[in-house]
């Protein structure tokens, strides 16, 4: 069945960077689109960064616009999330996710319902 598994995650200072990875297994990794998402303490989770199949597309949030890069290796069967610049309220757990189901205008108008699969997540805390 389908896996994914972050990493990657871990304490940093603001204006630091860190790069997440996540590993796909059981699935044919380049029929799905890619996404991190997050979810802050006590907050809502949010989509972040998302990537279509080849790479060629990308789409991101207000909040890390600049900043973040999303990014995919077809070979490797993974996906990464270089993050520059970043600030106490990066602090999240992050998560990865996959869809095979929508078209990439689909996954931009609504994220948060397109993506069906899930990684355990990695935590994300910066210090100020």
């Known amino acids: 069945q389908v896996a994914l598994v972050e990493s990657g995650g871990g304490l940093v200072q603001a204006g630091g960077s860190l790069k997440l990875s996540c590993r796909a297994s059981g699935m044919t990794f380049d029929d799905y689109s890619m996404a991190w998402f997050r979810r802050p303490p006590g907050k809502e989770r949010e989509g972040i960064a998302s990537v279509n199949w080849s790479g060629s597309m990308t789409h991101y949030a207000d909040s890390v616009k600049g900043r973040f890069t999303i990014s995919r290796d077809n070979v490797k069967n993974t996906t990464y999330l270089q993050m520059n610049s970043l600030k106490p309220e990066d602090t999240a757990m992050y998560y990865c996710?996959?869809?095979?189901?929508?078209?990439?205008?689909?996954?931009?108008?609504?994220?948060?319902?397109?993506?069906?699969?899930w990684g355990q997540g990695t935590q994300v805390t910066v210090s100020s």
């Open positions: 996710a996959a869809d095979s189901r929508h078209s990439w205008g689909s996954i931009i108008a609504d994220m948060d319902s397109a993506f069906n699969y």
